[in-house]
């Protein structure tokens, strides 16, 4: 993964500050679900 442009000086602003950098970069694995409302609506009304 490509670091942007603000990464080392926001990375160096955090150790001035008495950070210790442990993992760099640190990855975060996300799964994002989107639900509408008429999803739901479909879902509810075929399961009963």
Same mark, same amino acid.
């Given at each position: 993964?490509? +670091? @942007?442009?603000?990464?080392?000086?926001?990375?160096?602003?955090?150790?001035?500050?008495?950070?210790?950098?442990?993992? @760099?970069?640190?990855?975060?694995?996300?799964?994002?679900? +989107?639900?509408?409302?008429?999803?739901?609506?479909?879902?509810?009304?075929?399961?009963?």
């Amino acid at each position: 993964m490509a +670091k @942007d442009i603000i990464h080392e000086p926001v990375k160096n602003a955090l150790i001035k500050d008495g950070w210790t950098i442990t993992a @760099d970069p640190f990855t975060i694995n996300m799964i994002v679900v +989107k639900i509408t409302t008429e999803e739901v609506v479909k879902w509810v009304t075929m399961s009963h």
